[in-house]
């Protein structure tokens, strides 16, 4: 398995809010406990939103609040979507006032936040490629809407005729999931890497087994 799509696994699992040992995570991955504990490390250092230490255990933090603004998840993700996009400028000085906000925006979060968790910074490897997928987030978030039917393909892989259902975002990663008619099965794609995105003729209608409600984590 490659280390990306390790990290990406590992997000999947801690996003349940249960704590989990290393030891678990490494069994679950068949990888060593040692290699969990860097890839915990590289996420954490990412500014995922991960709470624990080596020998106790690793978990998602819950939602965060900027005093006295409460932030939604949508208003999270459109805070991350301006700093991802400012962290591709060619500007040094829009480079550096971003960071300047950043780091205020740290500096403005709840105490009970681990000060070395820079959540609003961003994010280091292997997640610094996520202002990708401004590209296609539009078309994405329209086709849910609509319930329009997609074909998309990602790089390095082949198209798939999709039912589009939702997207999420956590840990600077957005995430679609979708109902494949081409696998017959619910797939879940980073956004980032999706290469094309082109409509199909016809909408989608609610069937057994294809719908939001039907996908178990």
């Keep these: 398995m490659k280390r ?9 699992v801690l996003q349940n809010g249960a704590v989990h040992r290393a030891e678990d995570l490494a069994k679950q991955l068949n990888v060593s406990v040692r290699t969990v504990y860097r890839d915990m490390d590289t996420l ?6 991960i709470e624990g230490t080596r ?12 005093p006295p603004i409460h932030v939604t998840q949508d208003e999270l993700e459109a805070l991350h979507l ?22 205020k925006l ?17 994010a280091a490897y292997p997640f610094s490629g996520a202002a990708e997928g ?9 086709a ?10 990602v790089k390095h892989g082949a198209s798939q005729d999709l039912r589009p259902l939702k997207i999420t975002y956590w840990g600077r990663v957005w995430t679609l999931l979708s109902y494949s008619e081409s696998q017959e099965s619910f797939v879940k794609l980073q956004v980032d890497q999706i290469e094309t995105v082109s409509t199909l003729p016809g909408l989608f209608v609610d ?11």
């Design 44 to 49: 954490m250092a990412s500014g995922v939103a």
């Design 134 to 142: 401004l590209l296609h987030l539009n078309t994405l978030r329209a």
């Design 82 to 103: 301006g700093l991802a996009a400012i962290a591709t400028s060619m500007d040094a000085d829009i480079q550096a006032a971003a960071d300047s906000l950043a780091q």
């Design 55 to 66: 020998g106790r255990g690793y978990r998602a933090k819950a939602a965060l609040t900027l």
């Design 207 to 217: 069937e057994p087994g294809k719908g939001l409600a039907d996908y178990v984590t």
């Design 144 to 153: 849910i809407k609509a319930r329009q039917r997609l074909r998309i393909a």
């Design 106 to 122: 740290d500096d403005a979060l709840p105490e009970t936040v681990e000060s070395n968790v820079q959540s609003t910074h961003f």
């Design 4 to 12: 990306k799509t390790r990290l990406m696994s590992l997000m999947e």
